[in-house]
């Protein structure tokens, strides 16, 4: 059983709908190898269209028959005595599980930013993720708060409606071009009629970004190569010097998510566009005020502020053997084993768990393998007839005092104030390697990692 809290499909794809949303990975690798898609349009997708694949693929592999729609999990509670997970339902009876998989994905829950005096704005507000389809931008003055991903798509479709928008910058990122290409009805051809061919450029694309790892991961010569290609692209499309000094970050490359467009910058130098460095103090019922003493006003403000990453808690209570809580054990910064389980609380698997994030590749790369490893899990479960499969907790304290070893060497780690890291600067958040070798460790279930229970069975007397 699917359980899913919204009316449809598609998650961050379903409900990421602002103008421009598009995926900043080719699309031959922003799909799975299984279900590959030979008409995709363009070599980076739009929302529109991953949403249709997600569609696809629910028909394809017919499971609309699973998914209960308008099921939010408001918490899970595991029985060590018969091995089953109570699933609470908002509104609905409790369900019971055997094993349960956590895919509610780290893009999933938003909120407007914690500025003060947020709550006194008179004017329109909206929030990236969260797109308001009803409100004109025509003839408006508009603000823009953050640079990061979704406001370097946003910004660009705003000035050509708005009358004036004002971008409020707090840290400007390394922006590298985006080549679109449109997919030509003859490759689209060739990779219906001989799937080879997609497969081999899936293989070219997967490659060349894992190639990337060397220059974004870890601080390398090839890093300095990445931030040759900003720095020419960025002197390429802004030629007022104070302008591209603004926009000059003063971080390592890779240190936070590269921002992939080719767009931004003019979108950036139009007449009715403005960069804003200075910080912002407060919004105000007008506008926003920031630290020189300016007040902007706007008849809208649109907050490109990210999501609500859970890098330390969960996003529902979850409680495991003994009654521990995970949210107590993850209030330093969230861990697992290998990404997909965590000691103490049985049967349970995650994907996008901690550690998992790519800065380099697909994330679909990385599901995939989180995927066939807790297939295989549960199949062991099934096959077995166990009540509980739990990893160790020495296996999982040396496999987590590794990886953070290894995440010291990393730029994530380098010093900038990043998504990816806690508050104290624990990385709960990204993979230390190459996609390869992530993929690699879960190649298959090491039941040395775990402890196995099996099910008792009473006997029947005669």
Sequence with gaps: M?????TAVGGTWRDNTYPGAACDIPSQLYSYSFAPNPDWSHTYSGSDEILTYIEHMVREYDLQPSIRFRHNVTSLDFDETTGLWTVAVEGQPALHARAIVVASGPLSNCSFPNIPGIETYEGHKVHSARWDHDYDFAGKKVAVVGTGASAVQIIPELVKNAESVKVFQRTPGWVLPRINRRTSGATKALYRQLPAAQSAARQAWFWGHETVALGVVWKTPLTRAVELVGQAHLRAQVKDPWLRRQLTPDFRAGCKRLLMTSDYYPALQRTNCKLVTWPIVRISPKGIRTAEGIEHQFDCIVFA???????????????????RVLADEWSRGAYAH????????????????PNSGPGHNSALVYMEAQIDYITEAIKIIVERDLTMLDVRRDR??????????????????????????TEDKFNATMFPGFATEFAHQLRAVDMADFDAVVQPRLVERR
């Design 2 to 6: 699917i359980l899913e809290r919204g």
């Design 305 to 323: 502020t990210g999501f609500d990453v859970s890098k330390t808690g969960t996003p529902i209570p979850i409680r495991g053997r003994g009654g």
């Design 338 to 353: 290998k990404s997909v389980a965590v000691s103490g609380y049985p049967n349970l698997f995650f994907t996008f768990g």
């Design 396 to 421: 999982q304290d040396t496999y987590n005092a590794r990886l953070q070893r290894r995440l010291r060497r990393t730029t994530w780690n380098s010093g900038c104030s990043s998504w990816y890291l």
